[in-house]
């Protein structure tokens, strides 16, 4: 149990246009999904915490306009990057967190395998 | 806002030997503490966590260690595998608060 998938999983884009990632949770319920991104060679970054039907939190420093978010769902999470541009390229990561069969603990996330957004 | 501290930020071990990863939070409040294995491109993979409540936990050949008055925790990994080779991340939250603050990450290279 405790799987998230991501969609899709590499996207090349022009600058300018916008890019839709999925995050679903497949076989259990996510109370609450989390977006990161990783630049190559650090760590994961934060960028928003997301529950179902309620506005994303960001973190400071992160476009809530440039970055949407929408968890219309207790297994769906998306992330649209707007109006990408060149350093908006990285690998994404969600992550899902809920009451999961085999969690270790209630605090527990269970990632995606990421999505690399490469824009020329 | 929480702030987690790692290193070394590479390590290289021969295999069969013991490697060893040192984590340090800032926040006496953070009380969740789990260690990821993260290998290139691919996602996060929690390996073991702890929560503060214990001081050690251990799973085979992985233990990990927590020091609550000094805000530090760390990683074993005993009898070192090749397929040990990985990045290892540390993150650190607090029940109540889901946000996971992870550590700058630790190359470890294990050397046939």
């Known amino acids: 149990g405790a799987v998230v998938s991501q969609h899709p999983s590499r996207v090349i884009c022009k600058s300018g246009t916008s890019v839709k990632i999925e995050c679903r949770s497949l076989?259990?319920?996510?109370?609450?999904m989390f977006w990161y991104r990783q630049f190559p060679k650090q760590s994961l970054m934060l960028m928003a915490t997301?529950?179902?039907?309620?506005?994303?939190?960001?973190e400071q420093g992160v476009e809530k306009d440039k970055f949407l978010i929408n968890h219309a769902s207790l297994t769906l999470s998306t992330l649209t990057v707007t109006s990408a541009h060149p350093e908006d390229s990285s690998f994404y990561i969600c992550?899902?967190?809920?009451?999961?069969?085999?969690?270790?603990?209630?605090?527990?996330?269970?990632f995606g395998p990421g999505t690399r957004l490469t824009v020329l | 806002g929480e702030n987690v501290e790692q290193h070394p930020s590479t390590l290289s071990v021969q295999e069969g030997d013991s490697a060893v990863i040192k984590c340090t939070y800032s926040?006496?409040?953070?009380?969740?503490f789990p260690w990821y294995k993260q290998e290139l491109g691919k996602r996060p993979q929690l390996i073991i966590d702890?929560?503060?409540?214990?001081g050690e936990k251990k799973d085979q050949r992985i233990a990990v260690t927590l020091n609550k008055t000094a805000k530090h925790f760390s990683l074993h990994i005993t009898e070192t595998q090749p397929e040990d080779s990985a990045v290892y991340f540390c993150?650190?939250?607090?029940?109540?608060?889901?946000?996971?603050?992870f550590g700058t990450g630790t190359r470890l290279t294990i050397i046939p």
């Open positions: 997301s529950n179902e039907g309620s506005k994303a939190t960001y």
């Open positions: 992550s899902a967190r809920g009451l999961a069969g085999g969690a270790s603990s209630y605090n527990e996330q269970f």
């Open positions: 702890i929560r503060s409540n214990v």
């Open positions: 993150a650190a939250s607090m029940v109540g608060n889901e946000k996971l603050t």
């Open positions: 926040d006496s409040a953070s009380n969740y």
């Open positions: 076989d259990f319920q996510a109370t609450t």
